[in-house]
């Protein structure tokens, strides 16, 4: 898995929820990315920095030893004032070792930090996101009853208005059948006057 650089965090998008009283401030997650961004940024700046100061450090090694290494050819045939420089070089080669191993040693402990800092915030989102997708798969859930408990309610209502329907065009077929029946039965009575 590659580490995540300053622009990772300050280009990562959120997919927003459905409900807009649901889910995160996006402000607050904003400010929040911006702070870890900031962060990544001073940590590389950092370590860049170290990588430049130990660079120097093992130029400096590197310069000592060669001239620790010419000291000797040339103190073979010179007084004993070249052989007092090459002691002194070889006093400074022991505290540029020492240096390089501090810089060293500061290089990985940042890095061992970066790592960890980076693991912790990743173990986070992770935990972050599979609490989002559940509360989501939840809210889905409660959803779908709900609308399944209403759609219920509706089909009864439904069937109701028809039962009703049926039973008033029963009634009124009935009565409009007795007001013809009284209309014909009064229509041959009184053609019998």
């Known amino acids: 898995m590659a580490l995540l650089t300053e622009e990772d965090v300050v280009n990562k998008t959120f997919a927003e929820t459905r409900y807009r009283e649901e889910g995160y401030n996006q402000d607050e997650v904003d400010d929040f990315l911006d702070e870890v961004a900031e962060t990544i940024k001073q940590l590389i700046e950092e370590r860049n920095t170290l990588r430049d100061e130990l660079a120097a450090?093992?130029?400096r090694v590197g310069e000592l030893e060669a001239g620790g290494a010419e000291a000797p050819a040339a103190a073979a045939g010179a007084t004993a004032a070249p052989v007092q420089t090459t002691e002194?070089?070889?006093?400074?080669?022991?505290?540029?070792?020492?240096?390089?191993?501090l810089a060293q040693e500061l290089h990985d402990k940042y890095?061992?930090?970066g790592r960890e800092e980076g693991d912790r915030i990743l173990a986070e989102a992770?935990?972050?996101?599979?609490?989002?997708?559940?509360?989501?798969?939840?809210?889905?859930?409660?959803?779908?009853?709900k609308l399944e408990q209403e759609?219920?309610?509706?089909?009864?209502?439904?069937s109701e208005l028809r039962d009703f329907e049926r039973d008033?065009?029963?009634?009124?077929k009935s009565y409009l059948e007795s007001l013809l029946a009284n209309v014909d039965s009064g229509h041959t009575s009184t053609g019998n006057i």
Do not use: F
Not at 132 to 139: C, G, L, M, S, T
Not at 151 to 158: A, M, P, S
Not at 168 to 172: A, K
């Open 57 to 59: 450090a093992k130029a």
């Open 88 to 101: 002194q070089t070889g006093d400074l080669a022991g505290p540029a070792v020492g240096v390089l191993a």
């Open 111 to 113: 890095v061992a930090e």
């Open 126 to 145: 992770n935990a972050e996101s599979t609490r989002i997708i559940r509360e989501a798969e939840e809210q889905h859930n409660r959803t779908l009853t």
């Open 151 to 158: 759609r219920g309610l509706l089909e009864r209502k439904i």
């Open 168 to 172: 008033y065009r029963s009634r009124m």
